[in-house]
């Protein structure tokens, strides 16, 4: 059961340039707290909009949603490692750098215990693919595997999916902590080929000012270091 908000504490931020504050909720480090969530969601927007803008095109190639699958199974943990480790697979066939240049995946979880169903969307820049060739690539690199989808998709749209695939669970609210435990340590999105190779930029843009616009915050905690430190 998740923290309730008054539970996970509040900070005050303030600006750089007019001194307002803002009460901010600090995070419990829960990856699907549906309460420090919009967070979450926030800064992996962020993350696509700079990843998708400075990625490079090339003729003929698309970005495309492509989902995965395999048979449904009961330990959720080993569930995603297999899956995970069936697309590493995919990815070393000749059929797939063929044809895919690069991409970003996550994991999804629906099902409840005894019943996990653990899969894929993967949102890929590649040629055209024909889907009973993903699908009989898939069936080999996954050990039979056969849930394929794909179609083209644009980058709003990849952006919107991702942002909802990674900060809401597709199951039952009380499976949330079995969630969590099965996807510790993992990134919230994962990104190879090229799109591995991009450089994003270390800081994220900052929330503006609702008084003054401008982007640039100090927390609590270091106003409070800077005070003391002041020479009297």
Not at 1 to 11: D, I, K, Q, S, V
Not at 195 to 219: M, N, V, Y
């Amino acid at each position: 059961m998740y923290l309730l908000p008054e539970e996970h504490g509040f900070t005050e931020v303030y600006c750089c340039h007019c001194g307002k504050s803002h009460t901010i909720i600090k995070q419990c480090g829960k990856r699907y707290c549906p309460y420090c969530g919009h967070i979450n969601r926030w800064r992996v927007r962020e993350r696509l909009h700079q990843l998708f803008k400075l990625m490079k095109h090339r003729r003929g190639y698309r970005l495309k949603m492509l989902t995965l699958a395999k048979q449904n199974c009961t330990d959720l943990t080993e569930g995603v490692n297999d899956v995970i480790a069936s697309f590493r697979r995919l990815r070393q066939t000749k059929f797939w750098n063929s044809h895919v240049v690069g991409g970003l995946f996550v994991v999804e979880i629906t099902g409840e215990p005894g019943d996990w169903h653990p899969h894929l969307h993967c949102f890929i820049y590649s040629l055209r693919i024909r889907w009973d060739d993903i699908r009989d690539h898939w069936h080999r690199a996954s050990n039979g595997g056969q849930s394929v989808w794909i179609a083209n998709i644009s980058n709003d749209k990849a952006i919107y999916y991702v942002t909802k695939y990674v900060t809401k669970p597709s199951t039952d609210p009380e499976y949330s902590q079995l969630l969590d435990d099965a996807m510790k340590g993992r990134r919230m999105f994962q990104r190879f080929g090229v799109f591995q190779q991009i450089k994003l930029p270390k800081r994220l843009t900052s929330k503006k000012c609702e008084a003054c616009g401008h982007t640039d915050w100090i927390t609590e905690y270091d106003l409070r270091r800077m005070t003391l430190k002041a020479p009297s």
